[in-house]
């Protein structure tokens, strides 16, 4: 049982590029959820999706698409990277039920140069 | 809204003494608490979590957390430290019908031998 499965690891970009971020979940789990972590503000809600095609914003929106077109997966786009997007994004999956806990991904060190 | 605090950036205990993180929260609604650890270089890992009942909730590792409502704070706990508790907990909230988690900044514990 893999869990949560995001790739890349590590990437570097350079400022303007786009990519996109993968995160895969084999727990047939509803809820997702991208973050990114920076030093001293602890893990942010980027956009998080409750179901097959259904997404929306968390608190720091900005740059980012996603999609859900699948229970699986829920890809993470930058749309033009800028040097403000270095961090470390995390995706979790949940059930959608608020006393449950989330499974987080290993992370995506991302560097924007 | 919901929130988190964590009021202590780094705590230092020695190898055998008992350790205490400590976080307030804020949310609408009934509480849904949970704390997770984050070693260097991986995910977050669910540590325990409190939904209702006994206060104090028993987890992972020999950690154990105290919920007190009058004072809206989830403490989390360890009655003998080891050197390999050493890592970055963060305390999170979700409120009655929310799906998002909201997290704190994290707590940097260190263990010294």
């Known amino acids: 049982n893999a869990g949560v499965t995001q790739t890349p690891k590590f990437q570097v970009l350079k400022t303007g590029q786009s990519m996109t971020l993968q995160c895969a979940q084999d727990?047939?789990?509803?809820?997702m959820s991208w973050y990114r972590q920076d030093p001293g503000m602890g893990l942010r809600l980027i956009h998080y999706s409750v179901g097959a095609g259904i997404t929306d914003q968390g608190e720091v929106p900005n740059g980012y698409n996603v999609s859900r077109s699948t229970t699986e997966d829920f890809p993470l786009r930058l749309l033009s990277a800028a040097p403000s997007q270095t961090s470390v994004y995390f995706c979790?999956?949940?059930?959608?039920?608020?006393?449950?806990?989330?499974?987080f991904g290993q992370g995506t060190r991302l560097t924007v140069v | 809204a919901q929130s988190v605090a964590q009021p202590e950036d780094q705590v230092k205990v020695a190898e055998g003494n008992p350790l205490t993180v400590k976080c307030t929260y804020s949310v609408s609604g009934n509480p849904y608490l949970f704390w997770y650890v984050q070693y260097p270089n991986r995910g977050l890992q669910f540590l325990l979590k409190y939904i209702t009942g006994d206060n104090l909730v028993k987890g992972s590792y020999g950690f154990e957390a105290e919920f007190n409502k009058s004072q809206t704070s989830f403490h989390l706990k360890k009655p003998s430290a080891l050197v390999s508790d050493s890592a970055l907990y963060f305390c999170a909230v979700r409120g009655t019908g929310a799906n998002n988690l909201f997290f704190g900044t994290g707590t940097r514990l260190t263990v010294i031998p």
């Open positions: 979790a999956s949940s059930r959608p039920a608020e006393n449950t806990e989330a499974f």
């Open positions: 727990m047939n789990h509803e809820y």
